[in-house]
């Protein structure tokens, strides 16, 4: 048996949780001029990301799965595109958790660099396979805009991650 | 060692953990495939995304309330202008209208002369596109008219210059649309200048749409028009789709490798005509060669008589 937590912030933390996951799913959804579009990061993967790191046992492949259907639903992508790729992220960050969360900052952010654009080279598989035609070079912005947001996006849910936990223990 | 036992003993292990990943993995693989063959996944999804409705309410509402907010503090003398502009628009385009009312009314006398198909009415509704971000490889948009508003699934949709797309998921408040720019889409078409049937194609660009079937002694010139043909009872005929943007003729092909630039914005329109056959029109086509019979017997007995 692990260290449990107190039940008390676990609960808290789940809430938390589910909060930012549904942030970034309404940001993705977020009407755009098309510049801004094309470097949209991946918020969904990014938060998970973080609270996969940053939390034990609650983001589970499972619990990716169904934030990418939800994902697919809502962006009307094929049904199981986004699921897979945010199925094989969270597995691969929860398979090297324990080494990942140890890495300095820098070299943090080059694993999520080479994590998102696996997931991009999966996308554009399926893409392909679903008959459409190679996507232009922008394709590939995304993983990049998404790394360079990764700190101040680390920064900002730990704030909010505490000021919860603050306001739950006061 | 905590870390240790983080890697696997929360649940099983390792070896469990690798095992969901191919399982969830093979359910998602499984449902890409089925969702893209069509079949039943495709239909349950149409029922699960009615609930993802008050979402798009959600994300919407924010652009819906800055526009308010603009409209607002839009100066007296901005609007004055933009509504004289649109009134002589209007006139330029009642002047317009004149003219073709006569050449319609021409056409069906001359159709009835032929007893050939009554071309039916079609009622225009207005939508406007919802701004919601989808998938940019789906080739969808979302409108804001739903069954509440009585739009129906397959229903064709243009825009000021041209043929969008056509309806396929109806919800209460919105609908999606799929664009001919979809690879899954095919549009029955012709040149309106010869009168060549043939069918286009989406091939995922926004940008283009590919006409496969064109015989390569045709006569095709760039700049032609190419308009729906009306065939596949779809899209009514007549509305303008594309206009030929290249040729390729190759030696020892069939076929000419002809490409089209939709005329309608695909990617940067905002305002969307819903087109539904007036429920009227299915009155009238008895009603109008019973009019125009009496007047073609007339005439020779007119000229019997002398």
Known sequence: ?170 | MRSDAGKGSRFFGPPAQTARLMIYGLVAVVLMAMDYRGGFVSQVRKTVERAAEPVYHVVEWPVRATRGVIDQFRSRHSLRMENEALQQQILLQQAELQRLETLSRENERLRALFEGAQTLAFQYRFAELVRVELDPFSHRVLIDRGSADGVVEGQAVIDGAGVMGQVESVYLHFSSVRLISDPNHALPVQFSRTGLRTVAFGFGETGALDLPNVPLQADVREGDLVVTSGLGERFPGGYPVARVASIVREEGQTFAQVLAQPLAALDRGREVLLIAPLEAAAEEPPGSPSESRPDVPPEPEAEVNP
């Open chain 1, 1 to 170: 048996m692990n260290v449990r937590l107190p039940t008390g912030i676990r609960r808290d933390r789940r809430s938390v949780i589910a909060v930012t996951l549904l942030v970034a799913l309404l940001l993705s959804l977020l009407p755009l001029p098309s510049w801004l579009q094309a470097i949209w990061p991946y918020w969904v993967a990014l938060v998970l990301v973080y609270w996969c790191l940053e939390t034990q046992g609650v983001i589970t492949v499972g619990l990716a799965f169904t934030c990418g259907i939800l994902l697919d639903l809502f962006t009307g992508s094929l049904l199981g595109q986004h699921a897979l790729s945010l199925v094989i992220i969270i597995y691969l960050v929860d398979r090297f958790r324990a080494r990942l969360r140890f890495f300095p900052p820098w070299q943090q952010l080059v694993i999520l660099l080479a994590l998102l654009v696996n997931d991009r080279v999966i996308q554009l598989w399926i893409i392909t396979l679903s008959g459409d035609p190679l996507p232009s070079l922008d394709f590939w912005l995304p993983p990049i805009a998404g790394t360079l947001l990764w700190p101040w996006l680390f920064i900002v849910l730990d704030r909010y991650r505490g000021a919860m936990r603050r306001r739950s223990a006061s």
